[in-house]
């Protein structure tokens, strides 16, 4: 069965980067998208950025243009997002999400279990 | 970037009710919608795409409508496990991918 499973919380400082993992099994890895979603505490979703399994360069939300970095390791499924510079408005669940889809249409249809990540002085 | 715009925020209903949300789009985006189940402490979980097309395994008593720029989600029945937030997303025109503020759906 399709799984995303995500490194565990993380508590940073102002200033410090944060790196969250994604461990994708039950699927051809290099077959689907993968995205980033955040949500900060109490709000809702928002996504931060595109990476393809297969190559080329990640798409990434404007907001996060600059401070985010999205990478894949094919050898061992797994995609990374780093985020930089974090201050407390960071302070947030980071989620991956895989991209399926059915004929025209896409959807997030498998999620990772999330990764809560506190930026605290 | 298209906007989203889910009405009401929340809404309280009753075991067995029949529930109905609105998403909004900024401008016309067909049919590219999607609508998500969120619970507490747990990520999103896929309802419907494609406007009104079921994801395998949701139950029939969730349906969805809508094209254009106006969209509903109706959950007929209202069962316990029904009491949660939800989403809409569009994948019309991306990136970026845009969601709706979310309604949480509440027991009276």
């Known amino acids: 069965q399709v799984q995303l499973v995500q490194s565990g919380a993380e508590v940073k400082k102002p200033g410090a980067s944060v790196k969250v993992s994604c461990k994708a099994s039950g699927y051809r890895f290099t077959n689907y998208n993968m995205h980033w979603v955040r949500q900060t505490p109490g709000q809702g979703l928002e996504w931060m950025g595109i990476i393809n399994p297969s190559g080329g360069s990640p798409i990434y939300a404007q907001k996060f243009q600059g401070r985010v970095t999205m990478t894949r390791d094919t050898s061992t499924s797994t995609i990374y997002m780093e985020l930089s510079s974090l201050r407390s408005e960071d302070t947030a669940v980071y989620y991956c999400?895989?991209?399926?889809?059915?004929?025209?249409?896409?959807?997030?249809?498998?999620w990772g279990q999330g990764t809560m990540v506190t930026v605290s002085s | 970037d298209i906007q989203m715009t889910q009405s009401p925020s929340s809404l309280s209903a009753s075991v067995g009710d029949r529930v109905t949300i609105t998403c909004r789009a900024s401008?016309?985006?067909?049919?590219?919608l999607n609508w998500y189940q969120q619970k507490p402490g747990r990520a999103p979980n896929l309802l419907i795409y494609a406007a009104s097309a079921l994801q395998r395994g949701v139950p029939s008593r969730f349906t969805g409508s809508g094209s254009g720029t106006d969209f509903t989600l109706t959950i007929s029945n209202l069962q316990p496990e029904d009491f949660a937030t939800y989403y809409c997303?569009?994948?019309?025109?991306?990136?970026?991918?845009?969601f709706g503020q979310g309604t949480k759906v509440e027991i009276k």
């Open positions: 997303q569009q994948t019309y025109s991306t990136p970026p991918e845009t």
């Open positions: 401008q016309p985006i067909s049919n590219f």
């Open positions: 999400a895989r991209r399926g889809r059915s004929s025209s249409w896409y959807y997030f249809d498998y």
